[in-house]
């Protein structure tokens, strides 16, 4: 009789989230496996480390999967996936299309009815697309709002460990979503198993729809945004417009971790800016303002932009529902307008 594997996880995308919860697991003496492109997987066994600075101070041995406990497997082939892994893709979401048919193609083996699947991308098209290529029982809700920048010199700064969603898209937990929470939480990465993940996705993008529509198009940090009046009120406006999408798709919003948007709807505007806009008792200003949001970092650093993956797809959304967004639908157009992956060359 053949012994099921133990629960583990691996990351597909070995950007700078990828490779810090993949570091972080192996620094908990735990087996994880990396996903990388040639390129990247060729420079991580060159080192033979994963180094994060930061929030966290940590440099993890990486090594050729499959790598003992403790060490981050690193491949370039989607065979050597792990049988019955949890595989969580990490991509950015314009490569997530890419990276779900290439690892099709190879994984899950046959026989293994264990192996599953999510997306930590911003956005909700990720689980249709996790969903249509692996099929719907495979796929297992996530978000996260861990913070990482990868540094020039190969090293991944953490801004933050944030915090991380799972649950079954059709409501409550399992023993799957239980066993990669406790993967997790062993590696010190703050973890909810969400009784209704819908909620948390659907509240985690009317955020990123308001942070991310406001802070690229005035290349603000998401500290300085928070701090001016006018700001907030265009964050807000984005994030009410998101919320009739969800309302129409029968969505209940909810707080969460550094989204608190039920609160924001329940309350008016003019009371949310004073909240947001008043120092911290204690804080100092000048401290706080560096970090910019991922897709904010994307454009200066010349990359392209989830504008598709977040902003067109609410618009399609909105659009089936007959729910009115001409902010979202102004944002789109814009972002579309300077994403330098729409004007290279």
Known sequence: ???PPLPSLSFVGAGSLGQVFAALIAASGQPVTLLATPPTAARLREAGCIRLRGAVDLE???????APAGTVGVTADPARLPAGTGALFATKGHQLAGAIQAVRAQWPPPGDAAGWVGGLQNGLVKDDWLAGAFGANRVVG????????????????????GATYLGELGGGTSPRVTAAAHILRQAGIPVTEAADIRSALWSKTCNAAGVFGVSVLTRTSAPRMFRDPDLIRAYLSLVRET????AAHGVALGDYASFPIRTFLARGDEETVAALSAPAPGSDPAATGAHLPS????????????VDEVFADLVHRAERAGVLVPRLRLVRDLLRGIDPGRHRG
């Open 60 to 66: 993890i041995p990486a090594a050729p999967a499959p």
């Open 243 to 246: 919320a009739a999408i969800a």
């Open 295 to 306: 897709m904010t970092q994307d454009l200066l650093a010349g990359r392209a932009l989830e």
């Open 1 to 3: 009789m053949i012994e």
């Open 142 to 161: 996530a978000a996260t709002i861990l913070g990482a920048k990868r540094e020039p010199d190969g090293r991944v700064t953490v801004t933050g460990l």
